[in-house]
């Protein structure tokens, strides 16, 4: 991303706070400009919170092949996920036993 970007990140978060006076988003960006300006910021993904709440959301008899093939990930990573997270979850399709 090239140039002055606060503006397009604000109105990304704008959108979702529709109801936001703009005096506010005018002094949050008046307040970015005096402390970031001429700064290059950066904004982590956090895909790891991103993917455990997909996984706390998923259906509770989904197997860790169906949820590696939604998230894009391999087996082994959604098994390590699901372990952070204090789940188990069945392999394949077998029948829970």
């Not at 002055?4 to 506010?24: T, V």
């Not at 699901?82 to 077998?94: I, K, Q």
């Amino acid at each position: 991303m090239a140039g002055d970007n606060l503006r397009m990140i604000l109105a990304m978060i704008r959108a979702e706070l529709p109801d936001s006076p703009d005096e506010a988003w005018e002094r949050i960006e008046r307040t970015l400009r005096g402390e970031l300006g001429g700064e290059r910021v950066y904004i982590a993904q956090h895909r790891k919170r991103s993917h455990l709440e997909v996984l706390a959301e998923a259906d509770e008899n989904a197997t860790n092949d169906q949820l590696a093939k939604i998230l894009g990930l391999s087996v082994s990573r959604v098994k390590q996920l699901n372990r952070l997270a204090g789940r188990a979850r069945r392999r394949g399709n077998a029948p829970r036993r």
